[in-house]
């Protein structure tokens, strides 16, 4: 199954071209192309065999012959669709929506389906897109409202470690998502170690976050833990259903455990303050270690292989304390 999905990663980039994993500050360089495929940036060099991993939409009409979206398909701040509208403005070329109302009517396909966010969908507003109600629902609903999930997970002791998420000291991850929102929730080590939380307490939309403050709560009977936020932002939609049943944070903490989806004026500068991939193993690996020595001093050594750690560290063992466990691992 491994294979099968990093031949399905290597297939989307192209056969020909080569690519390494990369993150937010990497999407500045000249010399490769920067992409965002399933939350994790990837840096690629085409050859003349390859293939976009996120085309352009001006690539898809047409226009140009090769050009991956590098600003999570959020057209309305790429410096490249501004500057390619303004050559079109003065004549020098066509623009995108040009060149698709061209093709014959049944290959007008919506600009969502050009960029493969959704499946072949025929344009029915001549590209319009300020006027169309599928294009505003699926920006400002559909996209907040799902859920999406890591596409590998590794495992740090027990603990689930996904590629392509973001990770703050605190415990809290975030994930690009399309358009250029960014999604985040409370990791698994810190949900493992504190347990189930009887309610989670969480911000209104319209909230600005500040990377490195109290954002959001979590409480466990009589104990409150507050988390710091990882990023930057305005809130703009907040899972309804982690209200309702906050354990699904604990049974789907990359999935449908997500908390809320962020907006930010700048996210290759808000996602650069934090740990991805190796980096962020690294540091779980730390985590694991303090945990283990915090372990060992309410309950003596632990098997010399250290083993898994059981999910709940602190119902079973409410000893190790709250208050340290929150300041350790959470900061706060």
Not at 31 to 53: F, L, N, R, Y
Not at 75 to 83: E, I, L
């Amino acid at each position: 199954m491994a294979d099968k999905k990093q031949e399905d990663r290597r297939s989307r980039v192209g056969m020909g071209s080569t690519y390494r994993k990369g993150n937010a500050q990497d999407l500045a360089s000249q010399q490769e192309i920067g992409s965002v495929m399933g939350g994790q940036v990837w840096m690629v060099k085409p050859d003349k065999k390859a293939k976009a991993a996120n085309p352009c939409l001006w690539m898809q009409a047409g226009v140009v012959k090769f050009k991956n979206c590098d600003n999570y398909y959020d057209c309305t701040t790429c410096k490249y669709d501004n500057a390619m509208g303004q050559k079109a403005a003065k004549g020098k070329q066509v623009t995108w929506q040009a060149a698709m109302k061209l093709r014959p009517d049944m290959d007008r396909v919506c600009r969502h389906s050009l960029t493969n966010r959704i499946e072949k969908r025929t344009c029915a507003y001549d590209y319009e897109c300020a006027t169309c109600d599928f294009d505003q629902f699926f920006e400002d609903v559909w996209t907040p409202k799902s859920k999406s999930l890591p596409f590998e997970v590794q495992q740090v002791k027990g603990f689930d470690v996904p590629m392509g998420y973001y990770f703050h000291d605190g415990h809290a991850w975030a994930r690009i998502e399309s358009g250029g929102y960014i999604r985040v929730g409370l990791d698994d080590f810190a949900l493992k170690v504190l347990g189930e939380a009887d309610a989670l307490d969480l911000p209104l939309m319209g909230k600005e976050l500040d990377h490195g403050k109290i954002g959001w709560g979590l409480k466990r009977r009589d104990n409150l833990a507050d988390v710091l936020s990882p990023i930057d932002g305005v809130i703009v939609e907040v899972n309804s259903e982690i209200r309702k049943k906050p354990d699904m944070a604990n049974r789907e903490p990359y999935g449908g455990g997500w908390l809320f989806m962020v907006r930010t004026p700048d996210v290759k500068a808000t996602m650069g303050k934090l740990m991805t991939d190796q980096s962020s193993l690294a540091w779980m690996n730390q985590e694991v270690g303090n945990l283990e020595n915090m372990i060992e001093d309410v309950a003596g050594p632990l098997a010399a292989d250290g083993g898994y750690l059981a999910s709940d560290i602190y119902g079973n063992l409410p000893d190790i304390g709250w208050n340290n466990l929150t300041k350790t691992f959470l900061k706060t």
